[in-house]
């Protein structure tokens, strides 16, 4: 199946600082869906992309679908401790609708 | 109800012994899709019905496992003989239709094989 690779693994920040994390395939995607996962709960769907090139935002969350369609990027302006949490970047087989997650990228925010 | 409902929350269980993991989606929603979750990775791909129909089983491990749907709505992924590697967290999600639908997720079964 297709992969998708998330960077960085992990990121520390001080609360107020902007983030950037991407996701990348060897593979084209067709949507790309950007999910976050709280401790103990499941992944959220936080923003959905339908169309390269788009750029997409969700409050102080902007998410960008690469030209390529090989790419996605994420970011967070202002970070707020409840920013805490796994981003997971996902993806639609292009077999079918089951998807395809990244690894994820945790993110730590110092108060 | 108002998620996805995943039960039980924890199961312990012998390695050899058989398992049922239930999961009841959001109300309305066709598809539902079961994905399993090892502790620092994303969710890997097992299953997914629309309404009762199983269309893709190919992520499942083996053929120690098993789902259903049987009436569109309630599905019970099962694993016989358990093995230690079957540990995970599993979860099960729900969506309005097959494509494109955003993907909800429920608190997941906690599995641990001893």
């Known amino acids: 199946g297709q992969q998708l690779n998330q960077s960085p693994q992990s990121m520390f920040i001080q609360e107020g600082e902007d983030v950037s994390m991407n996701c990348t395939s060897s593979?084209?995607?067709?949507?790309w869906l950007w999910y976050k996962q709280d401790p103990g709960e499941g992944p959220v769907l936080l923003i959905a992309?339908?169309?390269?090139?788009e750029l997409t935002s969700n409050g102080r969350l902007t998410a960008q679908f690469g030209i390529t369609r090989k790419d996605s990027f994420l970011n967070i302006s202002a970070s707020i401790p409840s920013d805490v949490g796994i981003y997971f970047c996902?993806?639609?087989?292009?077999?079918?609708?089951?998807?395809?997650f990244g690894e994820g990228t945790q993110l730590t925010v110092n108060p | 109800g108002a998620g996805v409902s995943q039960s039980p929350r924890y199961k312990v269980t012998k390695r050899g012994q058989d398992v049922a993991l239930r999961c009841d989606p959001i109300?309305?929603?066709?598809?539902l899709y079961w994905y399993r979750q090892a502790l620092g990775q994303g969710p890997e791909f097992l299953t997914y019905?629309?309404?009762?129909?199983?269309?893709?089983k190919s992520g499942l491990p083996n053929d120690r496992f098993s789902a259903e749907r049987p009436e569109g709505s309630i599905s019970t992924l099962t694993i016989q003989r358990t093995e230690q590697r079957d540990s995970a967290m599993y979860r099960c999600?729900?969506?309005?239709?097959?494509?494109?639908?955003?993907?909800?997720f429920g608190n997941g079964t906690r599995l641990t094989v001893t």
């Open positions: 999600a729900s969506s309005f239709g097959p494509y494109n639908s955003p993907l909800h």
């Open positions: 593979s084209i995607f067709n949507t």
């Open positions: 992309l339908y169309k390269a090139g």
């Open positions: 996902a993806g639609p087989e292009t077999s079918g609708s089951r998807l395809t």
């Open positions: 109300s309305g929603h066709v598809s």
């Open positions: 019905f629309n309404y009762e129909a199983q269309q893709d």
